[in-house]
């Protein structure tokens, strides 16, 4: 599935991932150019229950 972004340029966007997506991004994401960093005591799951919770 490809879908477009309309990024605004000088934007910033969080991006939630998997160890595996974030150390394969360039296979996974299909860009090498996205910075990842670990964020101690989160994980994926608590990263984004409360945006699906909102809907």
Known sequence: M???LD???GRTYG???NGWTAM???SRLGTDV???S????LGLKQA???A???G
């Open 48 to 50: 984004v229950r409360p």
């Open 38 to 41: 670990d964020v101690p005591d």
């Open 15 to 17: 991006l939630a991932t």
């Open 34 to 36: 996205l910075g990842f």
């Open 7 to 9: 990024a605004g340029p």
């Open 52 to 54: 699906l919770a909102d």
């Open 2 to 4: 490809d879908a477009a």
């Open 24 to 26: 394969n991004h360039q």
